[in-house]
């Protein structure tokens, strides 16, 4: 059964930092891994889809990379901002098609 | 539609009572999934639905819960004699297969 852990489980920063949000899985059999974030009362919104082939994606201040055979991946923000400040989502998809997710990292980028 | 949507957006309901919360996916998406969150809890797994193929319904939790999708359109999640630990946020995806799944913004249920 895949689980999928985030660590750490919330993370205070002031503005402007560059930080890593990380996410493991135990099933290395993925189709591909999603990162989200969630504000407060809201639903989900897809940041960064990585397909199980690639190493890396970006997108602005986003990047994040997958290594499969280790179960790892991370999601790097350079540059914080306050508007940054949610809870990050990692979700794997293997063969059953559905989406694993971790419990998030609460992040708070502090002006 | 532009995106998913989800309704209502709030529910509340008395313990015992039958609720139908629906979904609307993106235009042409084939998957579409339920996703459960309670409080300070992650995401849980509910049904997942992709085209004409019987969907994949490991996540309901007990036989109380049921969902419908007709052909490539709307779901609709059932949730019979509600008891109060069914009190979640119940969010839907859609996707083309393989892509990114964009969620609807939930349905808040609370059972009093």
């Known amino acids: 059964k895949q689980e999928v852990t985030q660590i750490p489980a919330a993370l205070s920063v002031p503005e402007g930092e560059n930080l890593v949000l990380n996410c493991s899985f135990t099933d290395s059999a993925i189709y591909n891994l999603q990162w989200f974030r969630q504000d407060p009362g809201k639903g989900l919104t897809s940041l960064l889809l990585?397909?199980?082939?690639?190493r890396e994606q970006t997108s602005g201040r986003l990047n994040a990379s997958l290594d499969k055979s280790s179960g790892r991946s991370t999601l790097y923000i350079a540059a914080s901002q306050p508007g940054d400040s949610a809870t990050y989502l990692c979700?794997?998809?293997?063969?059953?098609?559905?989406?694993?997710f971790g419990k998030g990292t609460k992040l708070t980028v502090n002006p | 539609g532009a995106g998913v949507s989800q309704s209502p957006s709030n529910k509340v309901t008395e313990k015992g009572k039958d609720v139908e919360l629906r979904c609307d996916p993106i235009?042409?998406?084939?998957?579409l999934y339920w996703y459960r969150q309670s409080l300070g809890q992650g995401l849980e797994f509910l049904i997942y639905?992709?085209?004409?193929?019987?969907?994949?319904k490991s996540g309901l939790p007990s036989d109380r819960f049921s969902a419908e999708r007709t052909g490539e359109s709307v779901s609709t999640l059932t949730i019979q004699r509600t008891q109060q630990e069914d009190s979640a946020v119940y969010l839907c995806?859609?996707?083309?297969?393989?892509?990114?799944?964009?969620f609807g913004q939930g349905t808040r249920l609370t059972v009093v």
């Open positions: 995806a859609s996707s083309l297969v393989g892509l990114v799944a964009f």
């Open positions: 990585i397909q199980s082939s690639q």
């Open positions: 235009s042409g998406h084939t998957a």
């Open positions: 639905f992709q085209g004409n193929s019987a969907p994949d």
């Open positions: 979700a794997v998809k293997g063969k059953s098609e559905k989406l694993v």
